[in-house]
Antibody, heavy 119, light 107 residues
Framework: QVQLQESGPGLLKPSETLSLTCSVS????????WSWIRQSPEKGLEWIGH???????NYNPSLKRRVTISIDTSKNQFSLRLNSVTAADTAVYYC?????????????WGQGTKVIVSS | DIQMTQSPSSVSASVGDRVAITCRAS??????LAWYQQKPGTAPKLLIY???SLQSGVPSRFSGSGSGTEFTLTISSLQPEDFATYYC?????????FGQGTKLEIK
């Protein structure tokens, strides 16, 4: 059974860097593509970006200047960094697996972690 | 960015009813369209991918149809556990984008 678990600080101050890690069990990060998605009442579900098992990435242009997704196949984890956060980055952050042969839909999701940006 | 618009935004229905939710894309996405179900406090769950392929383990009362710019999620006979919010997502081009959601409530 594939499981994903997000971890990282839940409270940040404006201008700080958000850093989240997704730990994967039951599947290899070197085999699939992986994604970060966030959800807020204001913006709904928002795709942040993908990382491929090659390490190549695609990011949402609205976040591209501030976001980095990386992968550590030795630890079976992938990570999200978002610089210079503001209150608009307050959201529940999900990591997800992009299913193989699933037209790039996300077939397994983490439970989500709430991140609040407040001074 | 491709805009995804769902209708209705909310719908009330009874157990046993047939319900259809529509998702329209601002430009063609072929069949690169997924549907998710989300219950309060939980992550979205994949129901349909490729516009009409049923995800493993999802009951057959869920079905998807459409291509290009118009898509439909149909629940043939509502069960109590189906009351939730449903989202479409296009994965044809970056950035992948989601609809605003359709909340399915008990009548």
């Amino acid at each position: 059974q594939v499981q994903l678990q997000e971890s990282g600080p839940g409270l940040l101050k404006p201008s700080e860097t958000l850093s989240l890690t997704c730990s994967v069990s039951g599947a290899s990060t070197s085999t699939y593509y992986w994604s970060w998605i966030r959800q807020s009442p204001e913006k709904g579900l928002e795709w942040i970006g993908h990382i491929y098992n090659s390490g190549d990435t695609n990011y949402n242009p609205s976040l591209k200047r501030r976001v980095t997704i990386s992968i550590d196949t030795s630890k079976n984890q992938f990570s999200l960094r978002l610089n210079s956060v503001t209150a608009a980055d307050t959201a529940v952050y999900y990591c997800a697996r992009v299913g193989s042969g699933h037209y790039d839909a996300c077939d397994v999701w983490g439970q989500g972690t709430k991140v609040i940006v407040s001074s | 960015d491709i805009q995804m618009t769902q209708s209705p935004s909310s719908v009330s229905a009874s157990v046993g009813d047939r319900v259809a939710i529509t998702c329209r894309a601002s430009q063609g996405v072929s069949t690169w369209l997924a549907w998710y179900q989300q219950k309060p406090g939980t992550a979205p769950k994949l129901l349909i991918y490729g516009a009409s392929s049923l995800q493993s383990g999802v009951p057959s009362r869920f079905s998807g149809s459409g291509s290009g710019t118009e898509f439909t999620l149909t629940i043939s006979s509502l069960q109590p556990e189906d009351f939730a919010t449903y989202y479409c997502q296009q994965t044809n081009s970056f950035p992948n984008t989601f609809g605003q959601g359709t909340k399915l409530e008990i009548k």
